[in-house]
């Protein structure tokens, strides 16, 4: 079973960078579509990015559109988030996720939580004004 942590969060000062990891262990991710996730307190999980198993595609959501970036690499089976000029409103937990029952797919990327089947355990992120 694919586990995926993620790493990187903390807190910050607005205007600020950070730039979270997502590793994967027990099995090779390079056939899934990721996603970043955040949840703010007292909020729904919503998607930030998402990227396609090959990185040729992705999805940003309009809070962070600009600000972020989503990366894979496959050959490390990681995938990273950078986050610059970041707000206050970014507060929240972060999530890696992966859409495990869809190999090598070139569906529409999905921005729905029901569609992706494996999670991170998330990371606080932090950003203070």
């Known amino acids: 079973q694919v586990r995926l942590v993620e790493s990187g969060g903390g807190l910050a000062q607005a205007g600020g960078s950070l730039r979270l990891s997502c590793a994967a262990s027990?099995?090779?991710?390079?056939?899934?579509?990721m996603a970043w996730f955040r949840q703010a307190p007292g909020k729904e999980r919503d998607v930030v990015r998402v990227i396609s198993w090959d990185g040729g595609r992705v999805y940003y959501a309009d809070p962070v559109k600009g600000r972020s970036t989503i990366s894979r690499d496959n050959d490390k089976n990681t995938v990273s988030l950078q986050m610059n000029s970041l707000k206050p409103e970014d507060t929240g937990v972060y999530y890696c996720?992966?859409?495990?029952?869809?190999?090598?797919?070139?569906?529409?990327?999905?921005?729905?939580?029901?569609?992706?089947?494996?999670w991170g355990q998330g990371t606080q992120v932090t950003v203070s004004s």
């Open positions: 027990g099995g090779s991710i390079s056939a899934y579509n």
């Open positions: 996720a992966a859409d495990s029952k869809h190999r090598y797919s070139n569906r529409r990327l999905s921005l729905s939580t029901e569609e992706y089947d494996l």
